[in-house]
C-alpha cells in the first residue's frame, strides 16, 4: 500500500503549480507514516486506512475535469493551480488530527494549524487559496445574506470535496 501512497501523491503533487511542488513534497515525505495510514474521515467519507490519499486523489481529478468542463461553459476567475493548491491543503490537519497528535476544539484551531504548517515549510499562497481552504467545508457560521464569504475559488474547492466525500464515499476510486 505504501507504493500506491506515495505514487498517488507524487501524481497530485506533480499536478500542482512548479513553485509548490518540492515543499508539498518535503511536507508528505517528512509525515509520510502520518499521510499513507490516514483515513479519509472516522466514518462519513473514505474512512478506510490510506482513504485520505484516496479522497485527495479524487478531488484532484474531480477538479481537473470540472475545471476543464466549466471554461467550454465560459471564463472561470482563478486559475486550476489554485484550485489544485487550495485542494491539497483544505485537509492537511487529518493526518495529525486522525493520529491523536494533536486535538481541535473548532474549525479556526483546524485553520489555524494548516496556516501553520505551510509557514513551517516556507508555502506562502495568496489570498483567494487562502479563503477557499478556510472555507473549503462552507461558509459555516460565517455566513451572510448581505455579503459574499466564499470567493468563486472556494466555491470551487467546496463542490470538488462534497463530491467525493458525498457521492463517492465508500470505496477508493481505483475500484
Keep these: 500500500m505504501e507504493d500506491i501512497c506515495s505514487k498517488a501523491m507524487e501524481d497530485i503533487i506533480g499536478s500542482l503549480h512548479p513553485d509548490f511542488q518540492l515543499c508539498c513534497l518535503k511536507l508528505y515525505y517528512d509525515n509520510k507514516d502520518l499521510f499513507d495510514c490516514c483515513p479519509g474521515s472516522t466514518h462519513n467519507h473514505q474512512a478506510w486506512p490510506g482513504g485520505y490519499i484516496d479522497h485527495m486523489s479524487e478531488i484532484s481529478l474531480i477538479a481537473k475535469t470540472t475545471y476543464s468542463s466549466l471554461l467550454q461553459i465560459r471564463a472561470v476567475p482563478f486559475s486550476l493551480h489554485d484550485a489544485l493548491l487550495a485542494l491539497f491543503f483544505h485537509d492537511l490537519e487529518k493526518p495529525w488530527k486522525h493520529d491523536g497528535i494533536i486535538k481541535f476544539s473548532n474549525e479556526e484551531g483546524k485553520i489555524s494549524f494548516v496556516l501553520t504548517k505551510l509557514k513551517e515549510y516556507n508555502i506562502e499562497l495568496n489570498d483567494d487559496c487562502c479563503n477557499a ?23 470551487f474547492v467546496h463542490c470538488c470535496d462534497v463530491i467525493s466525500a458525498r457521492i463517492w464515499f465508500d470505496q477508493p476510486n481505483y475500484q
Excluded at 481552504?133 to 466555491?155: C, F, V
Design 133 to 155: 481552504i478556510k472555507y473549503s467545508h462552507g461558509e459555516g457560521k460565517d455566513y451572510r445574506s448581505d455579503k459574499r464569504i466564499q470567493t468563486p475559488l472556494a466555491a
